[in-house]
């Protein structure tokens, strides 16, 4: 079994920059895949950003790239996710999840734990 609880999330001005925080227990946090997904109501979740257990493999999704960086701290069984620049079409709730295996794969089925999401809004 694996916990993530988020933190981070909150009310920001278009333009401006947020840092949502992951911290997991249970598991041994290296030794599985991390990804940030998104969600706001009516749609599907999607993902945003992932990262290899090692932390020296990352995928985003291509509206989120050179504005978003994720990033992962092994010794502290914590993984991040820096927003830069962000859009009013930013705003959803931001989930972390934990993989069954050590790197994404492309799909959302690998990701069987999930953080209880965080929301995230951008004025413009």
């Known amino acids: 079994q694996v916990q993530l609880v988020e933190s981070g999330g909150g009310l920001v001005q278009a333009g401006g920059s947020l840092r949502l925080s992951c911290a997991a227990s249970g598991r041994t946090f290296s030794s599985y895949a991390m990804g940030w997904f998104r969600q706001v109501p009516g749609r599907e979740r999607e993902i945003v950003a992932s990262v290899n257990s090692g932390g020296g493999s990352t995928h985003y999704a291509d509206s989120v790239k050179g504005r978003f960086t994720i990033s992962r701290d092994n010794a502290k069984s914590t993984m991040y996710l820096q927003m830069n620049t962000l859009k009013p079409e930013d705003t959803a709730v931001y989930y972390c999840?934990?993989?069954?295996?050590?790197?994404?794969?492309?799909?959302?089925?690998?990701?069987?734990?999930w953080g209880q999401g965080t929301q995230v809004t951008v004025s413009s």
């Open positions: 999840a934990a993989s069954t295996i050590s790197w994404y794969r492309g799909t959302i089925k690998d990701f069987a734990y």
